[in-house]
């Protein structure tokens, strides 16, 4: 009957595994037992795991006429033989129930429950599949755009998958029916229903594409330490090699920049930097703040600070556009690094900042002095960024100090 029928229906696609099947419809049909006869203790329901046939059988003793004491597990002789006539007094009675038997009404509830029951088992089958698939990069295409979300269809189950626009890189602009490369971040329930979080952005997304380009990586020859990003601006990628014969770096770059570049892309024109990971701090921090190139570095160990010290023209690389660079190296190094010009370096055409103390406020200099800045060029060589970041003055008073450092050198 429909019900049965409901059975093969509903399993297919649904990827549940067959004796779990079963079990729900067994149980379906138990329910239905127990609201006609008020319990189901002496039935047997049996489901073909083959083709999803159904038995129903309801099982009583034979007792003479006139002794049936209970009628849920007992039946006399005359009503035992009208079901067999080869029945005696002591035997069990097998009386087989048919689906009519329940009525309609009580059929097409059922049906709605195994319907519902089906439904909720194929949300934990999605659930458990992609909790297993945390960290793995899919595919899809774009179903639906919205304000907040863009839903994209796995391309390899079908399951829909929700890309936060928080979790797009900058400059990502997808239209329907465009194919989307993400990585599993998390699995939510929502109102019963699981929601596949994918992300552009992680940290993650980057390691896994690293893992498909490079197959050192894969095989476990080169092991990524560590990797920090600003999405679609900047990224810091620390790897190790256990094998003195691999070059980890150069591995990960490849040939001319074969390897990377097709990350590079993916990730909208991303700049990544491959270093070489080392438990020498002072060197780990040196490699982080590449392209700059470092003259010393003093250690506050207690705080994990390290300050740094450059020649002038090597400030700027290691802040980087909008401090992108420093800001990354001390995420990837652990330590707040402070970036100062080298003392050592005699600065050509430079004026001391008390020169302008009839300008410039005293405290003001005392500001600049505290983060290793006691000349003109020395203040103009760190960003405004850097100098709002490292000191307690407020933005006017920084763009009217730099107007009055500018001058000085315009002639």
């Known amino acids: 009957m429909n019900l049965v029928d409901s059975f093969s229906e509903f399993k297919a696609g649904k990827n549940i595994d067959r004796p779990t099947m079963v079990r729900v419809l067994e149980d379906v049909f138990r329910t239905l037992i127990k609201k006609k006869y008020l319990s189901d203790d002496n039935f047997d329901v049996i489901v073909n795991t083959q083709n999803g046939d159904l038995e129903m059988w309801r099982i009583r003793t034979i007792v003479p006429d006139g002794e049936v004491t209970d009628e849920m597990s007992q039946i006399s002789a005359s009503e035992a033989k009208r079901i067999d006539a080869d029945y005696e007094?002591?035997?069990?009675?097998?009386?087989?129930?048919?689906?009519?038997?329940?009525?309609?009404?009580?059929?097409?509830?059922a049906r709605q429950t195994l319907i519902s029951r089906i439904m909720d088992l194929e949300k934990d089958e999605v659930y458990k599949r992609y909790m297993d698939r945390v960290g793995e990069i899919v595919i899809g295409e774009v179903s639906q755009i919205m304000k907040k979300d863009l839903l994209i269809m796995d391309d390899a189950t079908g399951h829909e998958l929700t890309l936060p626009r928080l979790e797009m890189i900058k400059g990502d602009y997808y239209r329907k029916g465009d194919m989307v490369r993400a990585v599993i971040k998390k699995v939510d329930m929502k109102n019963n229903l699981p929601v596949i979080i994918i992300s552009r952005t992680d940290s993650l997304f980057l390691e896994k594409l690293l893992e498909q380009e490079v197959p050192e990586i894969e095989d476990g020859l080169i092991t990524i330490k560590r990797i920090v990003r600003i999405p679609g601006e900047r990224a810091k990628v620390a790897v190790e090699s256990y094998d003195d014969r691999i070059d980890p770096v150069g591995a990960c770059v490849g040939m001319k920049g074969s390897r990377i570049h097709g990350i590079v892309r993916e990730l909208r024109n991303e700049n990544i930097d491959v270093i070489n990971y080392t438990t020498n701090n002072a060197l780990y921090i040196q490699r982080s703040l590449t392209p700059a190139k470092i003259a010393t570095i003093n250690f506050d160990e207690p705080n994990k600070k390290a300050a740094v010290y450059l020649k002038p023209d090597q400030v700027s690389l290691a802040i980087g556009k909008g401090g992108n660079n420093i800001k990354l190296a001390s995420k990837l190094t652990g330590y707040e690094i402070d970036v100062y010009r080298d003392q050592l370096e005699e600065e050509i055409d430079d004026v001391d900042l008390e020169e302008f103390s009839d300008e410039i406020d005293e405290w003001v200099i005392d500001q600049l002095k505290s983060i290793g800045c006691d000349t003109a060029r020395s203040v103009l060589n760190l960003s405004k960024d850097e100098l709002l970041r490292r000191t307690d003055l407020e933005e006017e008073t920084v763009d009217e100090l730099l107007r009055i450092l500018e001058e000085e050198f315009e002639d």
């Open 89 to 109: 007094v002591g035997d069990e009675c097998y009386e087989q129930v048919s689906l009519e038997d329940f009525g309609r009404r009580s059929i097409m509830a």
